[in-house]
């Protein structure tokens, strides 16, 4: 089966400017996640959609970033303005079933944003 | 605040040792931990542990939860260079599908 695509693989943008991630997932699966890694630090849980709804925003960091899933297939995250600490790799993983928190989920490549 | 700590954050070893990277962590409601390695992109799962003293093994590599001191190790055994990655290390709560990751181990096994 086809793995979980994100695309773009790199973006670089200026402060200010606006940038769409988009997260193709597995085909078949309804939960889609994503996570972001900051230069230097772990990698923290952005939200977690099941089919097209929100199940878990609580680490969207500000109201500049949107995430979206119309249709339940695949995903965009925004950030609107973009701003220097947005800068990080933003990865996106994807599960059929709710097993247990990790336990199935199939992670994409990421893609590397850098703001200058 | 939940908390993941990995160590050592690098290693650099020959091909054959053998390597053992550690994992902590302080979280409530904890559920089950998760390794993970990350090579150049994707992070591809490994093991998910939620019992304390069994050992999860998969080749060379195993690994083990002591839930009551609240680690796990990795280890890996006649390392080789395709061994080489960041290994990653996630606790799964109860009530979330959410992981919590620590930074990670970068291990680089030289010929």
């Known amino acids: 089966e086809a793995g979980v695509t994100q695309f773009p693989s790199h973006s670089v943008i200026e402060k200010g400017q606006t940038v769409t991630l988009r997260c193709d997932p597995i085909s078949g699966h309804d939960n889609l996640y994503w996570y972001r890694r900051v230069m230097g630090k772990e990698i923290k849980f952005l939200l977690h959609f099941v089919k097209e709804s929100k199940q878990d925003e609580s680490g969207m960091p500000n109201n500049r970033f949107l995430a979206e899933r119309t249709g339940g297939t695949y995903s965009t995250l925004k950030v609107q303005p973009a701003e220097l600490e947005d800068s990080g790799v933003y990865f996106c993983?994807?599960?059929?079933?709710?097993?247990?928190?990790?336990?199935?989920?199939?992670f994409g490549s990421g893609t590397r944003l850098t703001v200058v | 605040e939940d908390k993941v700590v990995q160590s050592p954050l690098s290693l650099v070893v020959h091909e054959g040792d053998t390597v053992t990277l550690n994992c902590s962590y302080e979280?409530?409601?904890?559920?089950?931990l998760l390794w993970y390695k990350q090579e150049k992109k994707a992070p591809t799962f490994l093991f998910m542990l939620?019992?304390?003293?069994i050992e999860k093994k998969s080749g060379r590599l195993s690994s083990i939860l002591d839930k009551k001191e609240l680690f796990s190790i990795l280890n890996i055994t006649a390392t080789q260079t395709g061994d080489s990655a960041v290994y990653l290390c996630?606790?799964?709560?109860?009530?979330?599908?959410?992981?919590?990751f620590g930074t990670g181990t970068r291990l680089q096994v030289f010929p």
């Open positions: 979280v409530t409601n904890f559920r089950s």
């Open positions: 939620t019992s304390s003293g």
């Open positions: 996630a606790i799964g709560k109860d009530n979330t599908d959410k992981l919590i």
């Open positions: 993983a994807s599960s059929q079933f709710v097993l247990g928190p990790g336990s199935g989920y199939t």
